[in-house]
């Protein structure tokens, strides 16, 4: 599989332009899954973007506590789109990933396939000494979940059709978590957020992190597609 998994940087990214952008690739992959096309392209999309709010379909408005004319003034824009979760801040020193592809390429149901994003920043949280994990009934990445000071450090929204996917997951590398103070973070008043470079106490080198989530991604998903297909050549 790996011949079909291609991983892109597109850098620091206008929102409105990645979810384009994101839209025209998953509509292709559409397109060549109805087609049955075997050699058709699976993405990861790595990015960040300048400040942004998006509100996930089942978000509630409320859980923005601010107003256009204040979004204005810390020079954020404001986005109601069309993946799953609430809402949630994007920004510099912020690591995005839009994987774009077909799940059942992979053997994957959509749980089974939140489960592996989830595990792939386990691991790279893990690789700096951090421990994570996960906090049942809020999908995403944390640490110390079903303590006193639960927090998160990676929000995750999906989006997809007849198992195909886009939007994916926000991993806070250097973020600046003070813009997390403007909204309810996916809804919640009770926890927190952090990033790695809190909790290392230092910036972390941001192409370093990139090559570790999609090195995980990609061996995660590699991995599930011989496993299955193993299975299926011995039943």
């Not at 089942?58 to 954020?76: C, F, H, P, V, Y």
């Not at 609430?86 to 912020?94: A, K």
């Not at 941001?206 to 991995?223: H, P, T």
Request: with cysteine; glycine share 8%.
């Amino acid at each position: 599989m790996e011949n079909h998994l291609i991983v892109e940087d597109w850098g620091l990214i206008v929102y409105a332009e990645a979810w384009q952008r994101q839209e025209e690739l998953f509509n292709q992959r559409l397109v060549s899954k109805a087609g049955q096309d075997a050699d058709a392209l699976d993405h990861i999309i790595l990015c960040e973007h300048p400040h942004v709010y998006t509100l996930g379909r089942s978000g509630k408005a409320a859980n923005m506590l601010m107003t256009d004319e204040q979004l204005k003034r810390i020079g954020a824009s404001y986005y109601h789109i069309d993946r799953g979760g609430d809402i949630t801040y994007h920004g510099p020193g912020q690591l995005v990933c839009y994987p774009i592809l077909d799940l059942e390429r992979y053997h994957l149901g959509l749980k089974e396939y939140i489960w592996l994003i989830e595990e792939s920043v386990i691991r790279v949280c893990a690789s700096y000494g951090i421990e994570t994990g996960r906090l049942e009934k809020a999908t995403g990445v944390w640490l110390d979940a079903h303590g006193p000071k639960a927090r998160k450090i990676c929000a995750i929204g999906v989006r997809s059709s007849r198992y195909v996917t886009m939007h994916g997951l926000a991993l806070n590398v250097n973020t600046d978590l003070r813009y997390f103070g403007y909204i309810n973070p996916c809804g919640f008043i009770d926890k927190g957020v952090t990033s790695l470079a809190k909790e290392l106490g230092c910036e972390v080198p941001m192409e370093e992190v990139k090559k570790l989530l999609s090195g995980q991604i990609v061996s995660l998903l590699n991995n599930n597609y011989k496993i299955c297909r193993l299975s299926q050549l011995n039943s």
